[in-house]
């Protein structure tokens, strides 16, 4: 039971000090505990290390080690999928064979299958680019609109030196800019995005199939196993009234039984540990992706909105109708800013407010000019009526959200 328990706790602080150094920085987890962990582990810890280092060896250490943090966190590079795909090959090298011979004929024909799927996917999540180049950059810049929200048209990127489409982003890893980029992704050594978002969802469905089957299986092997030693068939044959091997153990026992069980054949065992340990991870993943199709947003427009959100809050934020702009800001040249009817979007959903903040939350302004100037003192700003304040993150629509089924839909099978 010691081992076991012992095996238990380190994989699962290991996992929870993954997740805190992942994920510690999501919008959702600001001002809680794990955004504090995430400081301490990536700011408070390694400053701390410095400063030994400082005194012991000039530094000598730390220099070294974070030029090889800087690579691994800087560059793209296979180190994580790599890891990844170990982790798969050694689970199916250690219980497979161990198993294959207490196998139904189903679940021999189900493995294969469960075993390939998210080779499959993770091959086309890992090799689809969704990069922009010269090439397509023309596609890109009409596969969405611009919402004036979240994205402006006229932004050039400073690296790719074009503009930037809708609901790019640059990403420095892959050193581009990638249409309707989600995030960078390290497990598949590439940017999520529009061509290989089907990809990905299918990645984390299929492992967690993975997952759930070979935990599911391991535990009905080990169960077998355990009814087969404690109460066995041969002398129970033929019996109506054969106990289940469980029936009246105290916790402790069934505990112990089993430690047994996971000790003996400990490939199995260890195996469904970490699946039933790791699944509810790929499960969590793919329930996120779910929530923001529904919401109709990639992972880095939720952290854009959570910006927005909190502008609102602190009364920053106006809007003004963009018909009404277009008196002084018309629109611009159509390889900046293509023609709406051009656009592959529904063609009644375009941006209606014109959304900025200022950095005082001051009515945004404008100068007179030529002959509405009539004496000296309005050749100063004067507030611009066409901007109201927005006060609640209701006044907004999110121009991108069309329903659950249309973002579903756009999100898997929008691609280039
Ligand atoms: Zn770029
Ligand atoms: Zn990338």
């Keep these: 039971m010691g081992v076991v328990r012992t095996i238990a706790l380190v994989i699962l602080s290991i996992s929870f000090v993954v997740f805190v150094a992942l994920f510690g920085r999501l919008p959702a987890f600001r001002r809680t505990p794990i955004a504090f962990l995430h400081r301490l582990l990536w700011h408070h810890i390694p400053n701390g290390v410095i400063f030994v280092d400082q005194k012991l060896s000039g530094r000598r250490l730390t220099r070294g080690l974070s030029r090889l943090g800087n690579y691994l966190m800087n560059e793209a590079h296979p180190v994580v999928l790599i890891f990844f795909v170990t982790l ?17 004929t ?30 397509n950059h023309r596609k890109a810049m009409l596969a969405y609109p611009y919402d004036y929200c979240l994205f402006h048209p006229g932004y050039y990127c400073s690296t790719c030196r074009f503009p930037k489409p809708a609901r790019s982003k640059h ?44 935990a599911t299986l391991g535990h009905t092997l080990l169960d077998a196993q355990l009814q087969e030693r404690l109460v066995p ?7 109506f009234t054969a106990k289940r091997w469980s ?23 260890a195996v469904m540990m970490l699946c039933m340990m790791s699944c509810p991870l790929a499960l969590g993943f793919l329930i996120y992706h779910i929530y923001l199709m529904w919401a109709g947003m990639t992972t880095n427009e939720s952290a854009k909105w959570a910006d927005w959100k909190e502008d609102v809050q602190d009364d920053i934020v106006w809007r003004a109708e963009v018909q009404r702009l277009r008196e002084t800001y018309p629109r611009l040249p159509s390889d900046v800013e293509p023609e709406d009817r051009l656009v592959q979007w529904p063609q009644d959903v375009r941006a209606k407010w014109w ?20 004496d000296d003192t309005e050749a100063s700003d004067v507030p611009d009526e066409r901007w109201m304040r927005v006060r609640s993150m209701r006044e907004v629509d999110n121009l991108y959200d069309q ?14």
């Design 106 to 135: 189903l679940q021999t024909i189900t493995i294969p299958v469960l075993v390939v799927a998210p080779y499959w996917c993770l091959y086309l999540s890992a090799t689809t680019s969704s990069n922009i180049t010269a090439g």
């Design 233 to 239: 068939s041969a002398l129970t044959r033929g019996s």
């Design 171 to 214: 990403c420095s890893l892959c050193k581009a800019c990638v249409q309707k980029q989600d995030h960078h992704c390290i497990w598949i050594n590439n940017c999520v995005g529009r061509n290989n978002y089907i990809w990905f969802n299918l990645l984390l469905l299929t492992i967690a199939a993975l997952l759930a089957y070979a």
């Design 88 to 104: 798969q090959v050694a689970g199916e090298l250690l219980f497979i064979p161990s198993a294959w011979n207490r196998l139904t």
């Design 355 to 374: 959304m900025v903040r200022t950095r005082d939350g001051e009515q945004p302004t404008f100068k007179k000019t030529g002959s509405q100037i009539q």
């Design 403 to 416: 329903g659950f089924w249309t973002n579903f839909v756009d999100g898997m099978f929008n691609r280039e």
């Design 247 to 269: 029936t009246r153990l105290t916790w402790t026992q069934w505990a112990n039984m089993w430690a047994w069980a996971i000790g003996v054949d400990w490939q199995i065992g």
